[in-house]
T-cell receptor, first 108, second 115 residues
């Protein structure tokens, strides 16, 4: 399974944008880039996914580099409820392989 | 939809006892996944099913672990005998088609403590 690299932790302030980076230099042409997050004491929840083009949904935006070797999850206006561990995952088939993720702290 | 349902939410047992964790996937989903989460190893996929058939059990740690899916709406993960190192949070997830673009929906997890 292709691997992803994320910073262990990041910190931001409430109501400011947050850019969470992910490197995936060994991505294959059929791998989708998925982002999940895990709030404290909860199961992971889906955030967004994409293949080649940038994607937007009500939760976040996903910016994918032209060579697909990196991507960035963008939270446009962070709230305290966005404090969580964010996982960037390459999905080529049914299996999700979780890395250690980025622990995002939001300061009030 | 109620989402993925897991029971019990918490389980405390003694070493050597049998433990059974239960999962009800989202109705209509064809894929069911069991994960384990520990501080040391993070989230690991244990096994997954497609249409009630186990497809990949390469993540099951050893023979003490077994999983079944007798029908489309129910799955169990059994540990017998349990050991303290099995203490973890166990998540069940389900998805519709299982494709690379598909989303997995996770349950709230079962926190298992083996004394």
């Amino acid at each position: 399974d292709a691997k992803t690299t994320q910073p262990n932790s990041m910190e931001s302030n409430e109501e400011e944008p947050v850019h969470l980076p992910c490197n995936h230099s060994t991505i294959s042409g059929t791998d989708y880039i998925h982002w999940y997050r895990q709030l404290p004491s909860q199961g992971p929840e889906y955030v967004i996914h994409g293949l080649t083009s940038n994607v937007n949904n009500r939760m976040a935006s996903l910016a994918i580099a032209e060579d697909r070797k990196s991507s960035t999850l963008i939270l446009h206006r962070a709230t305290l409820r966005d404090a969580a561990v964010y996982y960037c995952i390459l999905q080529g088939a049914q299996k999700l392989v979780f890395g250690q993720g980025t622990r995002l702290t939001i300061n009030p | 939809d109620a989402g993925v349902i897991q029971s019990p939410r918490h389980e405390v047992t003694e070493m050597g006892q049998e433990v059974t964790l239960r999962c009800k996937p989202i109705s209509g989903h064809d894929y069911l996944f069991w994960y384990r989460q520990t501080m040391m190893r993070g989230l690991e996929l244990l096994i997954y099913f497609n249409n009630n058939v186990p497809i990949d059990d390469s993540g099951m740690p050893e023979d003490r672990f077994s999983a079944k899916m007798p029908n489309a709406s129910f799955s169990t993960l059994k540990i017998q005998p349990s050991e303290p190192r099995d203490s973890a949070v166990y998540f069940c997830a389900s998805s519709d088609s299982g494709g690379a673009y598909d989303t997995q929906y996770f349950g709230p997890g079962t926190r298992l403590t083996v004394l």
